[in-house]
Structures are given as C-alpha cells and as structure tokens.
C-alpha cells in the first residue's frame, strides 16, 4: 500500500486592516519576538519577562542554568518599496550599562507575524556604529536598514533569517554544552505526602510579595522578571543593571499553623545548582500574611540538606537555622547574597560576563 503523504496548505494573510496604537503594537512586536525565540530553542530556552519596564523587554535564558540575554525589541510597521528603514530613538533608552542585544524587526500589516529577516545586535555594538542625530531636540541614535537584504548595510553582519534562529542560538558561548546533571542527594529524601506545597494560589501570592520585595530594596538597581511559562526551577530571574549580572530564586511555599511543623520540598527534575541561585522558603499564616521568618538557601545546599524534609518551625529544625531570615529582610539580604550590594545602594565594580553571540 502506497505511503500516503499529509501536507497542510499555508494559509493566505488574512485581510484585515489592523489599526494598533502604539503600546500595542510594540507588545505584539514583543510577543513574536518571544514566541520566535522560543520555538527556536526547541525545548532549551525559556523566556522572561520583568515585572517593570527599565530597558529590557524578555531575558532569554537556557534551561536549567543562569545562562541569560537581555533583548530589547524595536519595531516597524512598513518599510520603503526597496525594504529600507530609517528609525530615529533618543539616547536615553541606551544608557552606558546596558547590554544584552536588541532586537530589530519588521512587522508587516496585519501584524500577526514577523518579516522573515530581523537583526539581533549586542547592544555595544548598536552604540559604536549608529549615526547620532538630533531628532526634534532629543539627541537620538538613527537606526537604518534593509530588512529585504537588497543591497548591503552596515546591519548586514547582524541579520539573521527566520529560518536560522536556532543557529544563532546555537552561536551563543555556552548554549549549546551540556547541562550538568541533576545532583545527587546527600541523604535518602523523606517520602512526600503532597505533590505540592501549597494551592497555586499560594505559590501565586509569594510569588507576588518576593517581587515586591525585591523592587522595594533594590529601588531601581535591578529588573524583576520571571517566565511566562515555568519549565525550571527558577521562579524569578533578577538582573542587576550597572554589572549585568543575574541571579535566581526558586520559590516554595508553607504554611506555618498550630502544628508548627511543615514539609519542605524541592523538585529534583527540574532542579540545578549554581552559585547565584537560591532557594527560598516562605511561610504564610492561616491569614495568608507572610510570616516573621523564612528561608533563604543557597542551591549547593539542597543536595545535601535533602530535597524533601519535613522540619519543625517552632523551635526550628537545627539543620536550617543558619538559613533563617526575617521576612521584611528578605530583599535587603537577597541583594547582598546575589550581588554584594545594599538594599537601595550602588553596586560593585563587576565586569560584566554576558555571553555574546556575534
């Protein structure tokens, strides 16, 4: 019997007019951007997004490790018959500590998808080589390039196809090296009674108060961000901007009741250790208010404290008193665990280890 061979006709662009204002046009620009580089990654990547807007738009990090890009997306909705752009954007969305690769792309009417050909450039190489200008007062940046690939520019290096995203993903240093693998425990784990923590509207609610936290004590030095789609341990990613710098945070939730005894639990599947990576432990009352104390846990520990324990609260389980924490200290301590910095100060002198991909 002959092989039968299924294949789906491409649908024609749809024929409606799109009439978007600005702020929406720039977040479906965002969300093609994401769902590109995702899909790219094939299962290997994760995208974020931060909680406040202050120059980047998704961090895109490999699974299972801090291996981070900021991208920032610029788009346009037409182009000139030959496929040129001319795009002017004022100086102060790339300040002098930015990194990270912003993302040019075309978004052709009706503006459901991408143009086929989009630059993805290290932000230091978009300030080296942009004609600086003064648009209408604002000293700005002219961006300009030909998205069809007619004729060469100085964009050209940059341009990646569609079709070859994964390729460039694959470019970037330390992307495509394996990923260690999930560490063994240190002791025979206690049998878990519950798949989870807590309902997801706990996990929710802590997950909201850690970010508020961490806005508040950082006070503009860091962006909070955290993956529309959690495929790892890491429950908010947090990027400190004068160094570059990324740290993570995995989030579990108890409740601290008259039993003043609770289980802790850590998924060993998804789970991985890296210097700038914690776990913390957050306890609600049966009010749902958060607690005097938590846990603040570096992830090298967790294979050897066990990824499932039940602990006493009160008094507390001695193996993890070193790691308790006062709950309205928990963003000050953070930021200095991470990045050696204090609550609403400068940061230190790091050199930046961004991974660049050419």
Known sequence: MPELSYRLTPRPRPAWKTDLTSAQFGTIAEDLVAIGLAAAASGSGTVARPLVDRGVDLYLRRLRTLLTIAIQVKACRHVSPDGTVSQDF???DLPDAATGYWAMVHVPPPHDQLYRRLYLIPVHELR???QRVNSHGVESFRFSANFAGTVQDTWS???VDIERLSHWLAAIPGWAEPVPPIPAAGKLDTLSTSDELGTVGMAGLTTLWAMAELERAANGAIMV???RIRLDTVTLLAHHLSTGRFAGLHLRTAEFNDTRRTHFEVKRPHFFVDRSLWVLLVLLRPDRRVHDFGLLIPSADIPELGYSET???????????????ASDEFGSTFLNSAFHIKAQGPGVDWDSDLPMAG
């Open 90 to 92: 004022p100086s102060s």
């Open 225 to 227: 961000a955290e993956d």
């Open 157 to 159: 290096p940059f341009a």
């Open 128 to 130: 080296l080589r942009c």
């Open 311 to 325: 602990l006493t609260l009160d008094p507390l389980t001695k193996r993890f008193r070193k790691y308790r924490i």
